[in-house]
């Protein structure tokens, strides 16, 4: 009796080890058939800002940039004229020279502020300030004071720049008689790109 019971417990232990056997061989087995863990996927990185003064109000008086010669009313030459971007594309930058060799520079740029283009001119014979924008017909036109050094006073002034289907700009400046309040031409000048320019631009 006790021989049996020993075979009987020698076949119980020995199925029980086969049975643990069989169950390591099948974990074993599917871990290896189980895919290996994926690494998280990156986050998206945000967009890249837009560069500054990259919008299109931006670029409105853009049609003026360039090297000029500027013609009077009666076709003579008045001067030279560079207009310049300048402060990644935030500002232009003007400066003019006359046939007399008289000078002047101006500053403009759209002023978010107040939602207008603004210029600053500065000469030895005045500063002018004035803000705008496009009008209907795609012209530039600002509008402010024109403010003479020493005793030449103060009035109020108006320019109009208007690109022209040749290529070329009109630009029109008018002041108003403080006393009588009619306003009159100061300057009225026609834009021609410089001859190497002009070739470049077609």
Same mark, same amino acid.
């Given at each position: 009796m006790?021989?049996?019971?020993?075979?009987?417990?020698?076949?119980?232990?020995?199925?029980?080890a086969s049975q643990s056997a069989i169950t390591e061989e099948a974990g074993a087995t599917a871990a290896q058939a189980a895919?290996?863990?994926?690494?998280?996927?990156a986050a998206t990185p945000a967009p890249a800002p837009p560069p500054p003064c990259s919008t299109d109000e931006y670029h409105d008086f853009d049609f003026w940039i !360039? %090297? #000029?010669?500027?013609?009077?009313?009666?076709g003579a030459q008045a001067g030279i004229n560079s207009i310049q971007p300048a402060e990644s594309g935030c500002l232009l930058i003007e400066h003019w020279t006359n046939t007399g060799g008289g000078t002047g520079q101006s500053y403009n740029f759209y002023d978010p502020g107040i939602g207008?283009?603004?210029?600053?001119?500065?000469?030895?014979?005045?500063?002018?300030?004035?803000?705008g924008g496009l009008t209907e017909t795609?012209?530039?036109l600002l509008e402010g004071e024109i403010r003479y050094h020493?005793?030449?006073?103060?009035?109020?002034?108006? !320019? %109009? #720049?208007?690109?022209n289907e040749d290529g070329s700009v009109t630009q029109h400046f008018r002041q108003q008689n403080a006393e009588t309040g009619d306003w009159s031409d100061w300057f009225i000048g026609t834009y021609v790109r410089k001859a190497d320019e002009a070739t470049d631009v077609e």
């Open positions: 006790r021989v049996l019971r020993a075979i009987g417990l020698s076949v119980v232990l020995a199925g029980c895919p290996a863990p994926q690494p998280a996927a !360039g %090297e #000029w010669d500027v013609f009077g009313p009666n207008k283009w603004r210029q600053l001119w500065v000469s030895a014979g005045a500063v002018i300030d004035y803000a795609g012209s530039m020493g005793a030449g006073g103060t009035a109020n002034f108006t !320019g %109009e #720049w208007t690109p």
